[in-house]
């Protein structure tokens, strides 16, 4: 069964750095690009970025200063940093897997982590 | 940058059919795709490639794209198909999201 797990603090004080952690299970790191999505309570998704297993990775512009993504092949996880947050970063976030090469859908989700930014 | 706009909400009778727009701009020359999000839980892809469905998601759900819009369509709607349905295309170098629409079945 393929499965997606986040994991990481669920509270980060502002201007320090959000570090999370998707673990894979179930299938190959190697076989999808890996996604991080966040949701602000109440509100919708906003894409993050995505990482592959070859290092190539590509980020949201608007997070892009901020934002550095990294994949562990040997553990079959990869990770996300965003660095000087704030309230606004506030959100639910998802790691994802884009399974169909070239259908720039998400068709793996993590349940998700809450993460809190306040000190 | 590149937006997906979605109406806020749409209600629909049970067994009813509903459709929910997403337009954006040549939105038509993208592949679109759309997820369903139920409280507390992960979205889940119910179309993809305008109009593909992955193994799973009943027949019932269905999709297209042209010119400027894409529409979810929901034939025979279910009470259990109340959630949360978001567009999401490929533009601008990044993934984007639609606004979002609440499904309310009553």
């Known amino acids: 069964q393929v499965q997606l797990q986040e994991s990481g603090p669920g509270l980060v004080k502002p201007s320090e750095t959000l570090s999370l952690t998707c673990t894979v299970s179930g299938v190959s790191i190697t076989s999808y690009h890996w996604n991080w999505i966040r949701q602000p309570p109440g509100k919708g998704l906003e894409w993050i970025g995505y990482i592959h297993y070859s290092g190539n990775s590509d980020y949201n512009p608007s997070l892009k200063s901020r934002v550095t993504m990294s994949v562990n092949t040997s553990n079959k996880q990869f990770s996300l940093r965003l660095k000087s947050v704030s309230a606004a970063d506030t959100a639910v976030y998802y790691c994802?897997?884009?399974?169909?090469?070239?259908?720039?859908?998400?068709?793996?989700w993590g349940q998700g982590i809450m993460v809190t930014v306040s000190s | 940058s590149y937006e997906l706009i979605q109406p806020p909400s749409v209600s629909v009778s049970p067994g009813q059919t509903a459709s929910i727009t997403c337009s954006g701009d040549k939105l038509g020359d993208k592949y679109a795709c759309w997820y369903q999000q139920k409280p507390g839980q992960s979205p889940v892809l119910v179309i993809y490639q305008d109009n593909k469905r992955p193994s799973g998601i009943p027949e019932r759900f269905s999709g297209s794209n042209s010119g400027n819009t894409a529409t979810l369509t929901i034939s025979g709607t279910q009470p259990m198909d109340e959630a949360d349905y978001y567009c999401q295309a490929y533009g601008s170098s990044t993934y984007v999201f639609g606004t979002g629409t609440k499904i309310t079945v009553l």
């Open positions: 994802a897997g884009e399974g169909t090469p070239g259908s720039y859908a998400f068709d793996l």
